[in-house]
Structure formats: structure tokens, C-alpha cells
């Protein structure tokens, strides 16, 4: 058995430094100066240890894009920002809306070995929005798909939105909502509100996200089944989200918040710049304060990136033809970072809380999230909090390089990431 041996780390940035020992694929001993062999000695000169990192919304691009991202190297990506767990969105090409699909990613997953690659099978057959796909079929595979989304596009039809509730109820499973009112997104390119008419693109306004928000809780709440709600961007759906969570119904809501969202707003629209263009789109102070807000007190459950990789020619071209979207998968424990522990607004208990325990919870996840202790999955993240980095996009391993955080000192940089007792990254270099 592979024994590899944490030394001078702080389970949870709690108390003295001690050592961490990873014998095959769990925790075997924890004490201060383990004297004992192994085969590989990771020095943590006090790095924080938490339980690895679980996203709920990435974009692999594999099938289809494999020019802006494949499984390969957004596993890289992943197991360099400390995840152990990723669930890859179904909108690629073709569609995961079927069982082949679904196994083709989860294998592929499976072959790079670096990350748990979850695959999300689509709501509906080809994202379209009027027939749903094959749920159960997906959920049998041996993908065992238990997420379903069409994110990229809204589910807009409250019947489907409906029974996709009731199927998925039936099997464990659970809606993740793209939250976007299609009629009230007609040519949106940008946060309605001052910026966007002063540039002269027309406006993505809050409640095209929150009327969903709101039908959709109701829907979850009247059929007892589980929605968990993308990329919350105003302040208004966190209010919604504190108001239906607080009423005792059969159902259940979580929703999720991006890094970006918690750091950026839409005054950085004024170069026209379309690194920063993204689905939703980037809101206003108020809404990224409020955010970190619900954020810290679980009205808004956890932390999930949305990694969405584009190709150079779909990024570097005039802001109304460029695709949404940016990368996230290591530039988040950086982000979290900053916005909510150098806020005091978390504490590392609360980092691990949202950015592992619970989206481990909510998909259901057995052996990610755990607690730190003896005897349970070696799946850890190693976070230098002190640390500074300078982000570069052209070298993070995504084949996309369309990073909004270009240039900036981020705090908080990954020592090591091991998925299951293996060394994933260590020192910013994947290890396979
Ligand atoms: N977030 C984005 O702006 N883009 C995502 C789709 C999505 O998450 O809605 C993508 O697939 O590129
Ligand atoms: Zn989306
Ligand atoms: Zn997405």
C-alpha cells in the first residue's frame, strides 16, 4: 500500500500544525511529528488541509469542442485548483442527453484518472426544451447520472420544468436550473441597468432569473422534488432563496454561487472586453455584496464555477459575437479567498463547507466532503492561505484561455491536491 505522508498541516486551519498520514486510499494517522516511512513526504509548512474541492458546474467541452477544452486537461485544470470531483454540464456536442454520452464522458473521466468527472445529463432531448430525455436510462448507466440540467439554456416550460421534478423525484435525483426567462433575454448582452445603456448593449434584467427562480422554487415545493439553482447573480434571488427556505414544504432547494459573481461587476464592461462576458451576466456591487452575504449565512449553499472554456476566435472578436462564459476551475479557491475569508465572512470551516461539503451533499456524493479523521477517503486539498499568486491564463492548463482574473494577485494558492490517496497536483504540477 502507498503511503504518503502530509507533514506540518492544519486539518481545517485549526490549531497546531500536524502531520497527515495517507496509507492506500484513506487517512491513517494523525498526530503531531508522525515518525514513520512512507514513499512520498508532502511538506505543508503549514498549509490549511480541507476536504477536496467538489464543483457542481463545469463545462468539459468533450464531446464536440475539444479545441477549447477536453476531459483531459480540464481534470488538469480541476486537480490543480484542488478538486477532487467535478460535474461536467451536458451542454456539448453532441448532447448528453442519452446513456451513450453520459458513459462516454464518465469513462474518458475515469481513463485521466486525476479527478472524479460526474457527467449531468440534459432535462431535455438536445437541450430543446420540449421533450424530456431519457432520465432514467441516463440514471441506470454507469455514469449512475443523478444531476440533470440543460444549463446553457432555461428548462422555460413550467410543464417540463414540472415533470422533471416529478421524474427525477422518483430516482434520487435532481434539477439543476439554468435560471433564465428566454422572452426576457431576447439579444441580452449585458446586467440591465446604467452601464449597459450607457455602452449601448441591451439589457439581461434581474427578474428574467428571479420569475424562474420563483416559479421553479413553488414547482419543487408543490411535487417534493429537489432543485438546486445555477449561478444566483442578484441580490433579489438570494432573497427569494432565504424566503422559500424558510418555509416548511416537501421539497427542497440549494443554489450555488460562482467565484465570479462574488468578485466582479458589470463597471468592467467598459473596455468591451468580451473576457468578461458570461451567462448571467456580471450584476452590480449590491448584488456581488449580497451574494457574499447569502453566501456566508447558506441562504446560497455553496461555491460552483461554471468553467466555461472558449476557443481563442469565439472570445477574441466583437462583444455581441463572443460566447459567454470564462474559466473557474483554478482561479476559485483564490477568489473564495479573497471575497470571504480575508472578509472575515468565513472562516476555512465555512470554505470547506462550500466549496466541498456541501455540493458533495447535494449530489449525493458518498467519499467526497468527509470529515478529516482516521479511516475516512484521502480525498484533500492543500491550500498555502498566505501565498500569492499572479493569474496568468495562457498558463493554466485549460486549452481556453479566457480568464476575467488575467493579472491579478490572487491569495491562496493549492499545495497539493489527492483524489483518494493519490498526489494529483503537487507545487502547481499535475502528477500522473
Ligand atoms: N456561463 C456561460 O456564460 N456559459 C456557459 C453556459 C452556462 O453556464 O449557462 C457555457 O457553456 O459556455
Ligand atoms: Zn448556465
Ligand atoms: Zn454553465
Known amino acids: 500500500m502507498s503511503r504518503v505522508l502530509l ?15 495517507v496509507e492506500g486510499t484513506t487517512i491513517a494517522e494523525i498526530g503531531a511529528s508522525l515518525d514513520v516511512d512512507a514513499d512520498e513526504i508532502v511538506q505543508g509548512g503549514g498549509a490549511v488541509v480541507l476536504p477536496g474541492f467538489v464543483d457542481l458546474h463545469t463545462h468539459l467541452r468533450e464531446p464536440g469542442r475539444e479545441d477549447a477544452e477536453t476531459v483531459e486537461t480540464g481534470s488538469m485544470a480541476a486537480a490543480l485548483g484542488g478538486y477532487t470531483a467535478v460535474f461536467a454540464m451536458a451542454n456539448t456536442d453532441p448532447v448528453a442527453d442519452n446513456a451513450v454520452i453520459v458513459e462516454h464522458v464518465w469513462r474518458r473521466g475515469r481513463e485521466v484518472g486525476l479527478v472524479d468527472v460526474h457527467p449531468v445529463g440534459a432535462v431535455t432531448v438536445g ?6 430525455a431519457e432520465l432514467g436510462t441516463m440514471r ?21 420544468m414540472r415533470r422533471a421534478l416529478e421524474y427525477t423525484r422518483s430516482f434520487g435525483g435532481l434539477v439543476a436550473q439554468h435560471a433564465e426567462e ?32 420563483a416559479r421553479d422554487c413553488l414547482l419543487a415545493a408543490h411535487t417534493g422534488g429537489t ?49 468578461n462576458k458570461v451567462n448571467p451576466p456580471l450584476r452590480t456591487d449590491a448584488d456581488a ?16 464555477t ?37 472578509s472575515g465572512l468565513l472562516d476555512w470551516r465555512g470554505v470547506a463547507r462550500v466549496l466541498s461539503e456541501r455540493p458533495a451533499e447535494i449530489a449525493g456524493l458518498s467519499g467526497q466532503g468527509r470529515p478529516i479523521a482516521v479511516g475516512e477517503p484521502a480525498n484533500l486539498a492543500l491550500v498555502d492561505a498566505d501565498a500569492e499568486w499572479t493569474v496568468r491564463g495562457a498558463e493554466l492548463a485549460s486549452l481556453g484561455q479566457n480568464s476575467p482574473f488575467e493579472g491579478m494577485r490572487l491569495p491562496g494558492r493549492i499545495v497539493a491536491t489527492l483524489l483518494r490517496g493519490t498526489l494529483t497536483a503537487h507545487e502547481g504540477k499535475v502528477r500522473r
Not at 492544519?10 to 502531520?19: C, H, T
Not at 474559466?327 to 483564490?334: D, E
Open 227 to 275: 432543485l438546486h439553482v445555477c449561478h444566483v447573480s442578484t441580490e433579489g434571488t438570494a432573497e427569494l432563496l432565504r424566503f422559500f427556505k424558510g418555509r416548511e414544504t416537501g421539497g427542497s432547494v440549494s443554489a450555488e454561487v460562482t467565484p465570479h459573481h462574488l468578485l466582479l461587476t458589470d463597471e468592467r464592461l467598459e473596455t468591451y472586453d468580451p473576457v
Open 7 to 21: 507533514k506540518d498541516v492544519r486539518p481545517y486551519g485549526e490549531g497546531d500544525p500536524v502531520d497527515v498520514l
Open 140 to 160: 441506470h448507466s454507469a455514469a449512475e447520472v443523478r444531476v440533470f440540467s440543460d444549463d446553457g439554456k432555461c428548462v422555460h416550460d413550467p410543464l417540463l
Open 127 to 132: 437541450l430543446a426544451g420540449e421533450k424530456l
Open 306 to 342: 461554471d468553467h466555461a472554456p472558449h476557443a481563442a476566435q469565439d472570445k477574441d472578436c466583437e462583444w455581441s459575437a463572443a460566447k459567454p462564459g470564462m474559466l473557474g476551475l483554478q482561479t476559485a479557491l483564490g477568489i473564495v479567498t479573497q471575497t470571504m475569508v480575508r
Open 182 to 213: 428566454p422572452r426576457l433575454t431576447v439579444g441580452a448582452q449585458a446586467h440591465e441597468g446604467p452601464n449597459a445603456a450607457r455602452l449601448g448593449l441591451s439589457g439581461w434584467p434581474a427578474p428574467a432569473e428571479e420569475s424562474i427562480v
Open 289 to 304: 455584496i449580497a451574494l457574499r452575504r447569502a453566501l456566508a449565512d447558506g441562504t446560497v449553499d455553496c461555491v460552483a
